[in-house]
């Protein structure tokens, strides 16, 4: 596998100044051998489990070319100009990392760019033919969110500026965790379509995502990592607040001073490198994880004020209510005081029915009424 890699490498035109092939302990088979001519060093990424954030790491640090391409074993080519076609982009000092259009080996898509779903990655059109991308854009140079760590081509400086890969990601997202990085910086993420490469993605290993590994990505970067603000313009001469790379290299070949890198020797010095990478990561890590907590008491204090404005308008709510009852009770009270009224009205008349019943009762006037009948009686017989 990796032989077929380097033979992918072989054929680009110019061959490139150097290739660094980075093993560990798992590796298995003969060391590379040299292939017409590539300048191949091997290095071993030091003792332990797999962890390839550190292997890259290792790669970057031992470079001295201008630009650096992370490239998968499991990777490649078909043709020879898919490099010089992701490098031109870097022309622009805005873009700071390429990605390339990765098929399965069955010509399906495996990576042509990630985008975010809330706080998970996912590969932009995976699974679907290339004339299904076309249709809809897939296929032109495009902004992504981030680009894989199988075939990823960057500034050397960049790379340094940003801490490198963070070793807080030795199996997933560490390629995500870098490109977002370069993005907070300042810089963008490009995919180069027309670069297409053949990914037999994990072939050399299970393509297992730890859990921890997501959590911690969530705890640096939040719940919507696409949506953190660049904090510094693009276009603009120094993409960095961080320091620049003259003290993680040695000065032959780069016209630049030798700084922290001639302090120590042998692997106190390749111990610090790599401990000034990871103090960059950490740094830019810990703002990002400063700038979800602040977006989290800021959606808290909104939320907070909204529901204070929900409560301020239940409690005019009930105050309305409150003024409408007492007009109800109002009403009410008056609609009593007319049946009372009323009632007392009716009552006197009652009163004067029963005092005429009364005197209609009494001996003088019932003498006086049958007198009265008898007269007229008398009148009707005349």
Request: aromatic share 4%; charged share 30%; net charge negative.
């Amino acid at each position: 596998m990796l032989d077929r890699c380097l033979t992918t490498l072989a054929r680009l035109e110019p061959l490139p100044k150097e290739v660094i092939v980075v093993v560990g302990d798992e590796f298995q088979g003969n060391p590379p051998q040299q292939i017409a001519g590539l300048p191949i060093r091997v290095i071993h990424r030091g003792a332990g489990s797999f962890d390839f954030s550190r292997a890259v790491n290792c790669g970057l640090l031992a470079s001295r070319g201008e630009l650096v391409l992370m490239l998968n074993d499991d990777v490649e080519a078909e043709s020879s100009d898919w490099l010089g076609q992701m490098a031109a982009h870097l022309d622009d000092p805005t873009i700071g990392a390429v990605g390339a259009t990765l098929l399965y080996p069955d010509r399906s898509i495996q990576h042509i760019g990630i985008e975010f779903e809330g706080a998970h990655p996912i590969h932009s059109f995976r699974g679907c033919q290339v004339t299904e991308a076309a249709a809809t854009g897939g296929d032109t140079v495009r902004d992504a969110d981030c680009v894989t760590g199988a075939c990823l081509l960057a500034r050397h400086r960049d790379l340094l500026a940003v801490g490198g890969m963070s070793l807080q990601f030795p199996a997933s997202y560490g390629d995500i965790d870098l490109c977002l990085r370069l993005t907070r910086s300042g810089l963008r993420v490009v995919v180069e379509s027309a670069a297409t490469l053949v990914h037999h993605e994990s072939a050399s290993r299970p393509p297992v995502i730890e859990g921890w590994e997501s959590d911690r990505f969530i705890a640096r970067w939040g719940e919507a990592p696409s949506s953190f603000p660049r904090s510094i313009s693009p276009g603009t001469d120094h993409h960095y607040d961080l320091p620049m790379v003259a003290d993680l290299v040695d000065g032959e070949d780069r016209d630049q001073p030798r700084m922290v890198a001639d302090l120590v020797d042998g692997e106190d010095r390749e111990e610090l490198r790599h401990e000034i990478l990871d103090l960059r990561n950490r740094t830019i890590g810990a703002e990002a994880q400063s700038r979800y907590q602040r977006d989290l008491i800021a959606n808290q204090e909104n939320r907070i004020a909204e529901l204070e404005d929900r409560v301020a308008e239940r409690d005019a709510r009930i105050e309305e209510w409150k003024d409408r009852v007492r007009e109800r009770d109002t009403r009410i009270a008056e609609r009593d005081t007319r049946v009372a009224e009323k009632d007392a009205r009716i009552a006197e008349k009652d009163a004067e029915i029963l005092r005429l019943h009364e005197d209609l009762a009494r001996p003088a006037i019932i003498r006086l009424a049958r007198r009265l009948a008898h007269r007229s009686r008398n009148n009707a017989s005349t």
